[in-house]
């Protein structure tokens, strides 16, 4: 047994957690934004488990905050976003858990990289296009590890081998922009995954992707998680891209979660309206190609 310690108005609670507890415990998660006409309110009392060696999707249409949850989990918010209310508790062990939505710059940096990767939205701007992938691998390295230039260098080329890039160790060398959208993005995974993480964060990971290597980057991830036993938290509004990777689905929208279930019960009885409205929207291989799809009318406040 591990013991956390929770801080209620002016009374501290110890709290027993199971040895088995969650590698992440998200409660009541608030996320608020400062804009012109008043503050946005856009993740509202989100809740969710997420345990080692499992993938939990994050749906919803665009505008339905996902993504801004995804970057809250460290405090990855742009500038006008902050953590307005709940817990982030990722497991610490014996130590017991850390509340990233509390800890400090210097926590938060330890972990940021080293216990959570972070694979970002869109592979041609997450890079510096200045530095070349060798520098932007190691560095990761020599900061989190300690590591020689090196043994940086070596262990880069090692996974650039893993997530199938062609000749690795020549490839290393190279510049962002010499590579194309699905090898800039097996480096953003190469990345994210130099310090071997407990957790994957994927937001969208396929997003401008032709379907080959959408699926080839999904295979990729479903193989990395069997082999070291990550949790990986899956960002998408792509209802495809989670049936053959998800464990468990959550549906958002508006900042607040709809509908949360196994992927194959949510596929197959959706109990939700708007989850029902998400998959009525999908193209279907079976269906006439006369028929129009289906649409959710309006939009996220």
Do not use: W
């Amino acid at each position: 047994m591990t013991i956390s310690v929770e801080k209620t108005d002016d009374l501290e609670v110890a709290t027993r957690l199971p040895s088995d507890a969650p590698l992440l415990r998200v409660r009541d998660l608030h996320v608020t934004f400062d804009s012109e006409r008043g503050p946005v309110h856009a993740v509202r009392g989100v809740d969710f488990d997420l345990r080692r060696g499992e993938t939990l999707a994050i749906v919803g249409e665009s505008g339905s905050g996902k993504s801004t949850t995804a970057l809250a989990l460290t405090r990855m918010l742009p500038a006008a976003g902050r953590v307005t209310g709940g817990s982030v508790l990722l497991d610490g062990g014996a130590a017991g858990p850390l509340d990233l939505a509390t800890a400090s710059e210097r926590d938060l940096r330890a972990v940021r990289g080293a216990r959570i990767g972070m694979i970002f939205q869109d592979p041609m701007t997450s890079l510096n296009p200045y530095l070349s992938v060798k520098r932007q691998m190691t560095e990761v390295l020599e900061v989190h590890r300690g590591m020689s230039e090196d043994a940086a260098t070596k262990a880069a080329i090692d996974l650039l081998d893993v997530v199938q890039i062609p000749e690795a160790k020549r490839r290393v060398n190279m510049f962002p922009h010499e590579f194309s959208g699905g090898m800039r993005q097996r480096v953003m995974i190469a990345m994210a995954l130099l310090c071997e993480p407990e957790l994957l964060i994927a937001d969208e990971p396929t997003t401008a992707l032709d379907v080959t290597v959408q699926a080839q980057i999904l295979d990729l991830l479903g193989r990395l998680k069997r082999d070291t036993g990550m949790a990986i938290a899956l960002i998408t509004h792509d209802l495809g891209v989670i049936a053959g990777l998800a464990d468990r689905v959550m549906v958002m929208y508006a900042g607040e979660i709809m509908e949360r279930a196994d992927v194959r019960p949510l596929f197959k009885s959706p109990q939700h309206p708007y989850t029902h409205g998400l998959l009525r929207s999908m193209p279907r291989l079976d269906e006439h190609r006369a028929n129009r799809l289906q649409t959710i009318g309006g939009q996220p406040p």
